[in-house]
């Protein structure tokens, strides 16, 4: 993939640097795609790795339908694509924002969401070095820590989709330099124009102002933020540590100090997909975390924009909002899932285990909210024992207890998902059964979420 050419033409050395992106990056044969606006920077970078990757690009052009000009836009870029032989996706979305959000981050939001539905494995987009500097500015405007410092990587997993930026390096300079060399169109988009946007105003105030005072100012911030990153990439490590050695005796949290706390919970937060608060409240939490554990009988509960901070069994969970408790009964066909308390109960066929497959075969249940005093008998030679001590043993949390679903055959308690299973129903080994699966409604259960601070 490397590239070649005149050392002094300007589209060697940008080529050099997208290829070199691209050797560390992109798997052997899978299809690179490019987000492809049709302003000036995506056209150079589409340009480029068409050259370097012939047959092995797409591109996804997001119409937003903020300006009048969209249907021209989606114009261009099907010609241009056209002219490469490069299959183009044309993603329609809608954007819709509040006061707090503002319009241009509510286009980025849709924009990224069109990407990660796009099915690419791996993404390229045009951001370059003005945009690190602005992206920096922007970010310490509003009081950043040293994540949103950090700015853009230039790789990084967004769920199941990598996100490139091969042109971080290059200034726009550079950029401009190779669309003269190539004579490359592009599509301006007149809003950029519009300094009532943040980024806008920084764009062509602040920026043009400090590059009169200190001319290498955009190299010197995205210098900056490459320092950040370093910086963020030492911090993430020593809260890896930390919770490692904090995992089953958070009791020793006292011992590090505070901006270490902080560094620790940020991490977790992180980790679970959630955003940190600001430092005050971050540090109201772990000094509350920090009393309760020195309780006898810890108590602990903090509220947090996605969900609740509680302290179980010696472990700091993270629990979303729930949907309030199913409080009515609901028949159950079984043949399809069933919605309950904001989750879904379905039956997944398994050997030897779960509820008793031929004993089940025909029968409706019934599922019903729990109104205290049940009793399960789980062995053929056991006692009746308490649905509360049940619970309790299986561990489940007490502000999940009242979420669950209890199966019912009539009168007769059958099954409470994840706990027990009646004597009476359950699979004998051998034998085929029905697994009890009461999980998400988007069936996305993993405890630790990807998550980026910040990105443009």
């Known amino acids: ?17 997208v290829a070199a992106c691209l050797d560390a990056a992109l798997p052997e044969a899978v299809p690179l795609w490019v987000g492809f606006s049709g ?10 790795v068409c050259a370097l990757l012939p047959g092995r690009v797409r591109a996804i052009h ?10 021209a836009w989606a114009d261009f870029c099907a010609a241009f694509c056209r002219a490469r032989a490069v299959p183009l996706t044309v993603e329609e979305v809608e954007v819709s924002h509040d006061a ?11 924009r990224y969401q069109a ?28 009081g950043t820590g040293v994540a949103g410092a950090a700015a853009m990587p230039e790789a990084r997993r967004m769920g199941n989709l990598t996100l490139l930026r091969p042109l971080l390096s290059s200034s726009a300079a550079d950029l401009a330099a190779y669309a003269r060399a190539r004579s490359l169109s592009w599509v301006e988009d007149e809003s950029n124009a519009e300094e009532r946007h943040t980024r806008n105003f920084l764009r ?16 010197t911030l995205a210098r900056a933020a490459g ?3 370093d910086a963020q990439t030492l911090l993430q490590e020593r809260a890896a540590e930390d919770d490692a050695a904090l995992a089953g005796r958070l009791s020793s949290l006292r011992s590090l100090s505070l901006p270490r ?29 920090a009393h309760a554990i020195d309780q006898a009988n810890p108590r602990f509960e903090f509220g947090l924009a996605e969900g609740r901070l509680r302290l179980w069994q010696g472990r700091l969970r993270m629990t979303p909002h729930p949907a309030p408790p199913q409080t009515t009964e609901c028949f159950w066909n079984t043949r399809a899932p069933c919605s309950w308390s904001g989750r879904r109960l379905r039956l997944e066929p398994c050997r030897g285990a779960g509820l008793d497959a031929a004993l089940l075969s025909g029968k409706a249940l019934i599922l019903r909210p729990r109104q205290g005093g049940e009793r399960l008998q789980t062995r053929p030679d056991g006692p009746r024992r308490t649905l509360k001590n049940l619970l309790r043993e299986a561990g489940i949390p007490p502000w999940e207890r009242p979420r669950l679903p209890l199966v019912y055959h009539g009168p007769t308690l059958v099954a409470c998902p994840g706990v027990a299973i009646a004597a009476d129903w359950q699979c004998p080994p051998d034998q085929d059964g029905w697994q009890l699966c009461w999980e998400d409604e988007d069936q996305n259960e993993s405890e630790e979420a990807p998550h980026s601070p910040s990105d443009s």
């Open 204 to 219: 062509r105030r602040i920026l043009p102002e400090l590059a009169a005072r200190f001319p290498a100012i955009e190299t």
């Open 100 to 110: 707090k959000e503002g319009l241009e981050a509510a286009a980025r939001k849709a």
């Open 115 to 142: 990407f990660l539905g796009s099915g690419a494995a791996v993404l390229a987009l045009a951001h370059h070095q003005r945009d690190q500097a602005e992206t920096l500015l922007f970010h310490l405007c509003r």
């Open 227 to 229: 320092h950040f990153a």
């Open 1 to 17: 993939m490397a590239a070649s050419g005149n050392p002094t033409d300007p589209v060697a050395p940008l080529a050099a640097r």
């Open 62 to 71: 997001v119409r937003h339908g903020l300006s009048p000009n969209a249907d």
């Open 39 to 48: 302003g000036r920077d995506s056209v150079v970078l589409l340009d480029l």
């Open 261 to 289: 706390q902080a560094n620790w919970l940020r991490y977790r937060l992180h980790r679970h997909g959630w955003r940190a608060p600001e430092t005050a409240t971050l540090n109201e939490a772990l000094r509350q975390l």
